[in-house]
Nanobody, 125 residues
């Protein structure tokens, strides 16, 4: 399974951006998916996760601003990011796994077998 993240870019604080993550290849369905982000020198951190049935979870820092969704027919996951802040600047990675992970596992980056290449989001003042 390959995951391809896209949609990153340079935006101003307060702007919106939508990231996409397309899954392809293999015979396994990607059931559990998530977005993580990482700033150089810091640990990878959770942004949001979504189960195959659409159950979502968010990091406190993005609640109310970001929305994770998926289109199973298109094998694609999205992250709608609104009211972007300077501290949202990071490389965003999409992750997936064929298992139906429970929420506590979906929020642990070590649970995922598949990772996209990352897309850079830069928020400027």
């Amino acid at each position: 399974v390959q995951l391809q993240a896209s949609g990153g870019g340079l935006v101003q604080a307060g702007d919106s951006l939508r990231l996409s993550c397309a899954a392809s290849g293999g015979v396994f369905i990607v059931n559990s998916m998530g977005w993580y982000r990482q700033v150089p020198g810091k640990q990878r951190e959770l942004v949001a996760t979504i189960s195959a049935r659409g159950i979502t979870s968010y990091a406190d820092s993005v609640k109310g601003r970001f929305t994770i969704s998926r289109d199973n027919a298109k094998n694609t996951m999205y992250l709608q990011m609104n009211s972007l802040k300077l501290e949202d600047t990071a490389v965003y990675y999409c992750a997936g796994d064929s298992r139906n992970l429970i929420t506590s596992s979906r929020t642990d980056w070590r649970s995922y077998a598949y990772w996209g290449q990352g897309t850079l989001v830069t928020v400027s003042s």
